[in-house]
């Protein structure tokens, strides 16, 4: 099976900062992945994604980076606030269906 | 959010007692899935559906089946739960397999006695 991971366990950073949380994939065939955020007691909830043939793509306050030669995957977030406090996960999708899901880094906001 | 909703929320049983889980979606998706989460595991896919009454297993199916008799449902099933069993269950749904995102439900926090 896929090992998605390298996460570091946890991460704090003070408000207003920009956080960066990193993910390694383990598949080079992987042409698909995704950013998920998951606060306590609730399902993962979709950020951001990005295709292989890209090598950045941003969203509202989040950037995805993904570097396919060290098969590399970063979610930068900027002005980080209390809200931003949860777990975050990426995924990767080789060809087909399956996701394969990293274990997370839990974040904290500090006022 | 999408119209995702799984019951019960929370279940407290026995070893070897039958449990069921439903997932229902309003979004009219053709895929569902099923993932348990565990600590120290990503989500881990249990079975997929791929249209009514179709189904096929994933990375972790032993003790457990699926069924799909209508589009907007989908149930595990562990026929004689398990301590090993005890999880959080997660429903998610995509209109296509692969390169879009899954979108998933609150979870059904299980736990075996």
């Known amino acids: 099976g896929e090992s998605v991971g390298l996460h570091l366990p946890t991460l704090s950073v003070q408000e207003g900062d920009n956080s960066i949380i990193n993910c390694a994939y383990s598949?080079?065939?992987?042409?698909?992945f995704i950013w998920y955020k998951q606060e306590s007691g609730k399902g993962p909830q979709f950020i951001i994604d990005i295709r292989s043939n890209m090598d950045k793509r941003q969203g509202q306050r989040v950037t995805v980076l993904l570097n396919k030669t060290v098969k590399h995957l970063s979610l930068q977030i900027a002005a980080t606030q209390p809200g931003d406090s949860a777990v975050y996960f990426c995924a990767e999708n080789p060809p087909g269906n399956q996701f394969y899901f990293g274990t997370g880094t839990s974040l904290t906001v500090i006022p | 959010d999408a119209g995702i909703t799984q019951s019960p929320r929370h279940k407290v049983t026995e070893t070897g007692t039958p449990v069921t889980l439903r997932c229902h979606q309003t979004e009219n998706h053709r895929y569902m899935y099923w993932y348990r989460q565990d600590p120290g595991h990503g989500l881990r896919l249990i079975h997929y559906s791929y249209g009514v009454k179709d189904t096929d297993k994933g990375e972790v199916s032993d003790g457990y089946s699926v069924s799909r008799s209508k589009t907007e449902d989908f149930l595990l099933t562990l026929e004689s739960a398990t301590s090993s069993q005890t999880s959080v269950y997660f429903c998610?749904?995509?209109?296509?397999?692969?390169?879009?995102?899954?979108?998933f439900g609150d979870g059904t926090r299980l736990s075996i006695l």
């Open positions: 998610a749904i995509s209109e296509r397999a692969g390169r879009q995102p899954q979108h």
């Open positions: 598949n080079s065939a992987s042409d698909y």
